[in-house]
């Protein structure tokens, strides 16, 4: 990957619907040189693919916390991620360092919402118990910069 491959991604991470052409008048390419370019980030998993940005708050989602999740015994990542993902409410999970085996980031529509789906996650068989903190204000939401 070089500078105009970073100049790219640049340009698509700050609108993803530029056309080829578009793309090439910022970096210096033909819209074909471009259209090869992302082919190839596409296929070395540099970029993973393209999507909306959607505001979870206007679509209803605007209560959200992160929940430690301290599991029964040595779980494996895999089987935290399977329990994991017919929940609707968990937006990311991660594995982390620590006491906690994973770190949960849930959004629901309102508190009554969140508990509900905390008491769905605590019924967990693998997990042991949980611990929540619940976001009062987002100060920061930073995308990756190239």
Same mark, same amino acid.
């Given at each position: 990957?070089?500078?105009? *491959? ?5 340009? %698509? ?11 090439? @008048?910022?970096?210096? %390419? ?9 082919? @190839? ?6 970029? =993973? #693919?393209?999507?909306?940005?959607? *505001?979870?708050?206007?679509? #209803? ?5 992160? +929940?430690?999740? $301290?599991? @029964?015994?040595?779980?494996? !990542?895999? *089987? ?20 906690? *085996? ?10 009554? $919402? ?16 949980? +611990?929540?903190?619940?976001? &009062?204000?987002?100060?920061?939401? =930073?995308? &990756?910069? !190239?």
């Amino acid at each position: 990957m070089d500078s105009i *491959d970073q100049r790219i991604i640049s340009c %698509l991470m700050a609108n993803a619907r530029s056309s080829y052409a578009e793309i090439g @008048k910022e970096v210096g %390419l033909s819209a074909p040189a471009v259209k090869r370019r992302v082919d @190839k980030l596409l296929d070395n998993g540099v970029l =993973r #693919g393209f999507t909306a940005v959607v *505001d979870p708050e206007a679509l #209803g989602w605007g209560t959200e916390a992160f +929940v430690e999740v $301290h599991c @029964k015994g040595n779980v494996a !990542p895999h *089987d935290i991620q399977h329990r994991l993902e017919p929940m609707a409410e968990v937006s990311a999970a991660y594995t982390v360092s620590g006491a906690a *085996d994973a770190i949960v980031h849930l959004r629901a529509a309102d508190i009554h $919402h969140l508990e509900t789906a905390l008491e769905r996650l605590r019924a967990v068989e693998i997990i042991d118990r949980t +611990v929540s903190t619940v976001v &009062l204000s987002r100060l920061l939401d =930073r995308p &990756l910069a !190239p």
